[in-house]
């Protein structure tokens, strides 16, 4: 059966000091009144983290109560920071079913409230607990990949930095004329130089904000002007280290490709996309994940224009989730808002699209492991018949190899590293970290307690691993390293 | 499109030294053996609140990973303690959508590692924030739904006590016959009776223990000899006291109905039950919401041995919650699992029942507030043609009433009480709680720190209501207080 929107509805993003379940209840009311509806036959609601960040559960309830609807079906639906892309999914489903005919999704999240270096523990909590434990967040991990891919692509860091700010300045560009959005002025490259180094080579303007807000939309069996054409998810190793590469994300590729078959569609086909920009290059490796530039190559398509509000294939007309914001359960539901007002028609002057019939986003859970691909498009869409999907890539799905014993000291290659400032609760700062590749081409993460400064380390390097409290310790490779190495052979590991 | 079962899989339940992943995919494998899949199209999880019980986030993607899944989507559902029944229900759409082929719920906590007192205050999360901040716990409202059970239903203290215990020496004696349950043993009235008050009158022996486990079952669209024929699913108000009635549960009702609407079965089809004996009581309420027997009358379905293992309409052949164990996110599912062994016929000659074509699963999320309830039978069953769903009741759905000014001070009338031994982290114990009618016919919880002994209270007598430190405080009443009352009106409300 298929499934198409009757409502949406959103909070303005940014800081509040409404309870979570009101400002969630602000979403679904403006959501059902567009709708036309004042009962539904179920809700499904996506929050990541309200046990922690609120300290609430039960949160289903809680809801359906604020908004007056027991009595029906409530449904918390959580995959980390795609949760509202989640709950718009298994919404689908439901309704795709033929068992419900209007099913409310909803998706918010609290944030603000707490001090940041206990948000930025509790969003480490997404991350796997073997890489965790050395301290590493998600700003942190996304810095290791900027340093990869600026290195797998020849890019000097000075380059990476422009390439960067460029899309930190594109996504504040177009914030400005989305109502909703958290921060609605222009940034320049100064400002973005000026900002604070979070994970080297990662600024506090590389990284969405800590936000609060909600989004909402009603799925309908009836048929109405948009339709949800394609939805594809999948995930990949809850480690990082575990993948075959670091600079692409195979949950984006698996999610893209189920998304696109379901659809029939190519993404040439696509016409704009709400791409996840956790982090800057998130943006950049998004759109090469999802099939409209080849790796490596999708810096160029932002050089050139293409990826602009008004260039041949915008990224994040919203703003993004750099300049609308990310409260983390609710970003997912709130990029395809954003399709919708496009979709629509509703976008305002300055933001609205011309060619506005078929749009896309991608939503990334935790550090790309939990992924979900959307295709949202107009019901009265001329479709060119016979064209379909012909995948021009075919992902390989990473599967962690189950260690028997971890890899002992010695020699290791310095793959990627950085310097991290900004560091969870109970974790000293600065703090460097690196992924080695040991002389038997096993993966791991490392500390070093000792480098402070990122000058001082370099990718592709020799450095020396050893084992402390059961960590990975990574030091420079000397010749009295090489020496102990050659004398007590490998034997601890952590 | 019609679903049926492959297969299932279940722990040991118990205390496990084992990570939750590694216990939910011990599970799985089982699942997965059974329908000789290596691969399926999705995975639905559910755990309530592994947030908090393990201090893990972004656990669907974990669990794809230990499970070697990844490239697929991973899903996490979350409806209380109901949660593995809500993972069921999420994935039967997927599957009745025609999406979806094979696909894998699986359900599970660990909750044992951790001090109980901890425990407690995790489980009363899910009790509404305005109740939870009195220290209320899930055994303390239950007890006053116990005690104003008994006064509805004019049975003594002493009789109450004797049904309870009879649900418990039951429950226990089905539980000897069940491999996978945690307790083993027959219990008799004098183990009831010295068991330990945790809620008066709730002994320990009325609770559900604190345990570790997990469940999996695979759903799919080619034909099975097992098929899901009704899934219902309602909330109800988050707090307790914004319900008309405290001895029935509105959200069972209305899951009921649906389940039988969608099955197109009667109460009265029903060859046997689990019913979510979270506190003893809980399983006479479930039985007469089920549309089983008439309000009131559970208690005595048990005392005539209708509800025994080798009864008319067996009652938690498993063991139940009590027996079985109760890892909140898991208990759902693994009642499914029980009613797929019967169906089976796989049960073991002591516990199989000897109608077994048509079993029922109710499930409680939270205080009675996010139920569930789901019909399994056998495809082969030979169904009465016509006959359909007559509904014998139409529960009346409570919406909270939304207090511009919280009740003042002044008389009121004890409707029930508890004196809560076990009180969670930051209460003293022991904490005496009651909900008191106030003259206006609101409807609050208040505590009284002086009262100790249970004794001293008697439900349906005058209190007087008083506010202290932004609570409501209870006292005995007496002229004293009346003519205070009588003096300065009644204003102060926290």
């Known amino acids: 059966m298929d499934v198409y929107i009757s409502g949406v509805g959103m909070t303005k993003f940014g800081r509040s000091k409404e309870p979570l379940q009101k400002m969630m209840a602000e979403a679904a009311s403006s959501a059902l ?10 809700i499904y609601m996506g929050v990541m983290n309200v046990e922690e960040f609120v300290g609430d559960s039960n949160f289903a309830t809680l809801l359906a109560d604020t908004l007056g609807l027991t009595g029906i079906p409530s ?14 999914e298994a919404a689908f489903y439901a309704v795709a079913s033929g068992h419900m005919k209007h099913v409310l999704v909803l998706a918010g999240e609290k944030m603000t409230h707490l001090p940041t270096a206990k948000t930025t523990r509790i969003l480490s909590e997404v991350i796997d607990r073997s890489e965790r434990r050395y301290g590493a ?19 000097s860091l000075l380059k990476l ?72 998810h999948a995930t990949d190793t809850a480690a990082v280290r575990h993948r075959a590469s670091f600079t692409s994300f195979n949950s984006t590729k698996e999610a893209a490709q189920k998304a696109y078959i379901m659809s029939q569609l190519n993404p040439s086909d696509i016409q704009w996309a709400e791409v996840h920009d956790a982090f800057t290059l998130f943006e950049i490796i998004g759109t090469e994940d999802l099939g409209f530039f080849p790796p490596g190559n999708g810096w160029k398509a932002l050089e050139e224009g293409i990826t602009h509000l008004r260039g041949r294939l915008p990224i994040n007309p919203s703003g993004g989730l750099k300049a609308r914001g990310h409260p983390v359960g609710a970003s997912g539901l709130a990029q395809l808002v954003e399709i919708i007002y496009q979709l629509r028609g509703e976008a305002g002057r300055e933001r609205q699209l011309e060619r506005a019939e078929i749009g896309l986003a991608q939503s990334i859970g935790g550090l790309g492991n939990n992924n979900l691909v959307t295709i ?16 021009d890539y075919h992902p390989e799905i990473n599967v962690s190899k189950k260690m028997s ?20 609760e ?69």
Chains 1, 2 share one sequence.
């Open 137 to 155: 967040t998600m700003p942190a991990l996304a810095a290791m990949i900027a340093q990869k891919y600026a290195r797998e692509f020849n890019l």
């Open 426 to 494: 109970g974790f000293r700062s600065p703090l460097a970290l690196g992924f080695v590749k040991t002389e038997g081409g096993e993966m791991v993460l490392a500390c070093n307690p000792d480098y402070r400064s990122p000058k001082e380390l370099k990718m592709g390097k020799k450095v020396y691993l050893k084992t402390r409290e059961g960590l990975y310790v990574f030091e420079k490779f000397t010749f009295w390293n090489r020496l102990k190495h050659w004398f007590k052979g490998s034997s601890k590991s952590p």
């Open 376 to 391: 949202l498009e107009r019901a009265d869409r001329k479709r060119i018949v016979g064209k379909g999907w012909s995948p």
């Open 75 to 88: 449904t918390r639906v959580e995959t980390a920071s795609s949760t509202g892309a989640g709950a718009f």
């Open 33 to 42: 009144k567009e709708a036309q509806l004042e009962r539904v036959d179920a």
């Open 405 to 424: 014993t971890p890899p002992p000291e010695g020699i290791g290659i310095l793959e990627t590293f950085t310097t991290l400032y900004a560091t969870p």
């Open 161 to 232: 930095e422009d390439i960067l700010s460029q899309v930190a300045i594109k996504n504040h560009s177009n914030g400005c004329f989305n109502p909703y959005a958290q921060f609605r002025k222009i940034i320049t490259k100064e400002d973005y130089l000026k900002s604070q180094m979070v994970a080297y080579p990662l600024r506090l303007y590389d990284c969405a904000p800590i936000t609060d807000g909600a989004s909402a939309i009603i799925l309908t069996s009836q048929p109405t002007p948009i339709k949800v054409s394609g939805i594809g």
